[in-house]
């Protein structure tokens, strides 16, 4: 830790002082001769300060260009770690580089083995086709020879060819004639078969269209026995219903001049209206309770006038 210059020249200066200070009280100095003994000191100990000032600055200069050539090292040094570091990096990525590219090359290697056996096989094929090839060739010679000579008994064609392509046309015109002869006489067969089908099957089915016949002629039979039943009970329904209905205006008629009579009794016009029926029962229904009310009153009444 640096000491500041003003306390290390003030502890220096009680130093200096401290050790003058036992050997000047031994004997009497005057006054003047203090004073002067004082500056003189005061002088030494500047020049002692300014010498150990002038030691500090060399030391100081000294610490601070060593410190500058650490900081210095101290970079070098990590330049050169980071160089190393790059140096590591750069040899581990050309290691993995080469990894790879060793790889790659077995790879490679591998499928050039297999496309090397691949192609023996392949070339194996071809000899062995070119062989049967060459077999096959011999035994067309004939044929060969056969075809030379039609093409010249056949002006018509100028190469063998034409004249083989024609046959070939001619074998799938064949081919597919008597492939539709086929198909023709298998449909033929499925129309034959199809016909005596129906054949057998007609006289069943005209016996059961006729059974058929026959039991909806009698259902129609019965629809129709059902349907004047019907039609009976119908008329005779609205027979009664008629008789019902001239009944029922016959009753209203009669259930209206009631009202109308016991309206007149009561000396009061009709308040209901005319095709309210049940209203107009219950007014003479209440009427006739009063009036028979009433009678009865007066039938008790007369035996008891004559004791009076």
């Not at 610490?63 to 040094?77: G, I, N």
């Not at 990525?93 to 083995?113: K, P, T, V, Y």
């Not at 060819?161 to 046959?167: D, K, Q």
Request: charged letters at 35%; one cysteine or more; proline letters at 4%.
């Amino acid at each position: 830790m640096a000491v500041p210059w003003e306390e290390y020249f003030r502890l220096a200066l009680q130093e200096k002082l401290s050790t003058k200070l036992p050997e000047q009280a031994e004997d009497y100095i005057p006054p003047v001769l203090r004073l002067l003994e004082k500056r003189q000191e005061l002088v030494d100990a500047d020049q002692a300060l300014q010498a150990q000032k002038e030691v500090f600055r060399t030391r100081m200069a000294a610490l601070k260009q060593r410190w500058e050539q650490l900081e210095q090292k101290e970079r070098e040094l990590k330049g050169s770690f980071i160089r190393f570091d790059k140096f590591l990096r750069d040899s581990e990525a050309r290691r993995n580089r080469a990894l790879r590219r060793a790889a790659e090359e077995r790879h490679q290697a591998s499928r050039r083995e297999a496309e090397a056996l691949r192609l023996r096989t392949q070339l194996q094929e071809l000899r062995q086709e070119r062989a049967r090839l060459q077999r096959r060739l011999k035994r067309l010679e004939p044929c060969a020879r056969l075809l030379e000579q039609a093409l010249e008994l056949l002006p018509g064609f100028q190469e063998v060819p034409e004249l083989v392509a024609r046959f070939d046309g001619l074998a799938q015109t064949q081919a597919a004639l008597r492939l539709r002869e086929r198909e023709r006489l298998a449909e033929l067969e499925a129309a034959r078969a199809r016909l005596q089908q129906l054949r057998d099957a007609w006289p069943d089915e005209v016996l059961a269209q006729g059974q058929r016949r026959a039991q909806l002629q009698e259902r129609l039979e019965a629809a129709r026995e059902r349907t004047l039943q019907w039609e009976s009970k119908w008329i005779q329904i609205q027979n009664t219903a008629a008789e019902k209905t001239l009944l029922l205006g016959r009753s209203r008629m009669a259930v209206l001049n009631l009202f109308q009579l016991v309206c007149q009794r009561q000396g009061q016009p009709p308040t209901l209206d005319i095709e309210d029926t049940e209203g107009q029962l219950e007014q003479v229904k209440l009427f006739m309770q009063d009036l028979s009310a009433m009678l009865a009153g007066l039938g008790q009444a007369e035996p008891a006038a004559p004791a009076s």
